[in-house]
C-alpha cells in the first residue's frame, strides 16, 4: 500500500447469485471513466455513508488483506474515499 494509505478500509459490498443457486457476498467493483476496475475503499464510515449512501452494505477490511480481494475479484486501481453518483447508490429496502 502506498505511504498515509489507512491502515483499515471499509469496503462496499452487495449479495450476488452463485452458479449453484446460492447467494455469496462480494466487494462491489467499479468501472472509472477511463474503464479501468476498480476497487472502492473508504477510510472511515461516515465517508462510505456520505459517498455511497446509507443502505450500502460494507465489510471492514485490514488494508494488507486487500490482495485477498485482488485474487478472488482482480481489479486494476483502489478508489480511496470516491463519491458515487446518486444513481449507483444502494436505495432504501422496500418489503
Same mark, same amino acid.
Given at each position: &500500500?502506498p505511504?498515509?494509505? +489507512?491502515p &483499515?478500509?471499509?469496503? +462496499?459490498? #452487495?449479495?450476488?447469485?452463485?452458479?449453484?443457486?446460492?447467494?455469496? &457476498?462480494?466487494?462491489?467493483?467499479?468501472?472509472?471513466?477511463?474503464?479501468? *476496475?476498480?476497487? @472502492?475503499?473508504? $477510510?472511515? *464510515?461516515?465517508?462510505?455513508?456520505?459517498?455511497? #449512501?446509507?443502505?450500502?452494505?460494507?465489510?471492514?477490511?485490514? $488494508?494488507?488483506? *486487500? $490482495?485477498?480481494i485482488?485474487?478472488?475479484? +482482480?481489479? !486494476?486501481?483502489? @478508489? *480511496?474515499?470516491?463519491?458515487?453518483? !446518486?444513481? @449507483?447508490?444502494?436505495?432504501a429496502?422496500t418489503?
Amino acid at each position: &500500500m502506498p505511504p498515509g494509505f +489507512p491502515p &483499515m478500509v471499509y469496503v +462496499p459490498c #452487495g449479495q450476488y447469485a452463485t452458479g449453484n443457486g446460492d447467494r455469496t &457476498m462480494a466487494a462491489e467493483l467499479r468501472r472509472t471513466e477511463d474503464g479501468k *476496475l476498480a476497487l @472502492l475503499a473508504y $477510510s472511515a *464510515l461516515d465517508r462510505l455513508v456520505r459517498c455511497c #449512501g446509507a443502505h450500502q452494505p460494507w465489510v471492514l477490511v485490514r $488494508s494488507e488483506e *486487500l $490482495s485477498r480481494i485482488y485474487e478472488a475479484q +482482480p481489479y !486494476e486501481a483502489i @478508489l *480511496l474515499d470516491t463519491e458515487l453518483p !446518486e444513481e @449507483l447508490r444502494h436505495g432504501a429496502a422496500t418489503g
